[in-house]
C-alpha cells in the first residue's frame, strides 16, 4: 500500500529534506508552503516519485481544511503528516511585540494544532496514522527566542497528548527536537547576532560533541523512521537530533 505524507514548510531547508526522503520511501507526498514548492516537487518526481506542491497558510484555517481535502482527493488519504512550517520574530523580550510573539505561536503550534486537527479523521479511517512535529533545543530556553521557545516547548506537550489520545487507533505521535542545522533560519540567526555564517556555524560546532554541523538530511533521516511501518511502538517521544545529548 503506497501512503500519502504531507510535509508543512516543504518548499526549503529541513522540510524540503524530509519531503525528498519520504518520496524516496516510496510515499506520495504533498509539499505545503507558503513559498515556492517546484523544486522540492520537481526533485521527487525526477527521482520517481509523486508529489504534489501546494500554497497554504498552516495559521489559518480555512487554508488548511482545503489543502488537505485536495490532498486527500489528489494523492489518497494523508495518514503521514510533518508539521515543520515555522518562522522566526527573534527579540529580546524588552524589545518583543505581542504581534511577534503571538505570530511564532500561530504558526508553529497552531499550525500544528490545525494540520494534526484535519488529518486525524483520515488516519483513523486507515487505522494508521504519523504525526511527527518539529521541536528544537530552544524549546529549554534560548536567548532572543521567548516566543520560539515557548512554541518549540508548546510542541512537546501537544505530541505527548496525541500520542495518548490517538494511540488506540493506530496514530504515532512524536517530535524531532533539532540542534544546530544549517539552513536559512539559521543564516538568519547568524545576521541577528552580527556573525558571518561560516564562522557562526564553525564556532557553534566546536560545542556539538560529534564536532560538525547537523544537515537537513540529518533530520529527515529520523522523520523517515518515525514515519515508518516499523515504528509503530514509538510514540509520544521527543528525540532530539543535535549531534550530543539534551537534558
Known amino acids: 500500500m503506497t501512503r500519502t505524507a504531507i510535509v508543512t514548510g516543504g518548499g526549503r531547508g529541513i522540510g524540503a529534506a524530509i519531503a525528498k526522503r519520504l518520496g524516496a520511501d516510496g510515499l506520495k507526498v504533498a509539499v505545503l508552503d507558503m513559498g515556492p514548492t517546484d523544486e522540492t516537487v520537481a526533485a521527487i518526481k525526477d527521482a520517481g516519485g509523486e508529489a504534489l506542491g501546494l500554497e497554504a497558510d498552516v495559521s489559518d484555517e480555512d487554508s488548511v481544511n482545503a489543502a488537505v481535502k485536495q490532498v486527500a482527493e489528489t494523492l ?91 494511540g488506540k487507533f493506530g496514530i504515532t505521535a512524536n517530535a524531532i527536537a533539532p540542534g544546530f542545522i544549517e539552513t536559512d533560519m539559521t543564516k538568519a540567526t547568524a545576521e541577528r547576532v552580527g556573525m558571518d555564517f561560516d564562522e557562526f556555524v564553525e564556532a557553534s560546532a566546536k560545542q556539538i560533541p560529534v564536532a560538525r554541523s547537523g544537515k537537513p538530511e540529518d533530520i529527515a533521516h529520523t522523520a523517515s523512521f518515525l514515519a515508518s511501518e516499523g515504528a509503530g511502538f514509538v510514540s509520544g517521544q521527543v528525540i532530539y537530533v543535535a549531534g550530543g545529548p539534551k537534558d
Open 76 to 166: 489518497g488519504a494523508p495518514t503521514v503528516l510533518v508539521n515543520n512550517a515555522g518562522i522566526l520574530r527573534d527579540n529580546l523580550l524588552f524589545k518583543m511585540t505581542y504581534e511577534e510573539f503571538n505570530k511564532v505561536l500561530s504558526v508553529h503550534l497552531g499550525g500544528a494544532f490545525l494540520m494534526a486537527k484535519a488529518v486525524q479523521s483520515y488516519m483513523v479511517e486507515e487505522k494508521f496514522g504519523r504525526i511527527i512535529s518539529m521541536s528544537s533545543t530552544s524549546a529549554q530556553g534560548n536567548r532572543g527566542q521567548t516566543n520560539y521557545s515557548a512554541a518549540k516547548a508548546g510542541i512537546q506537550g501537544i505530541t505527548k497528548t496525541w500520542a495518548i489520545e490517538l
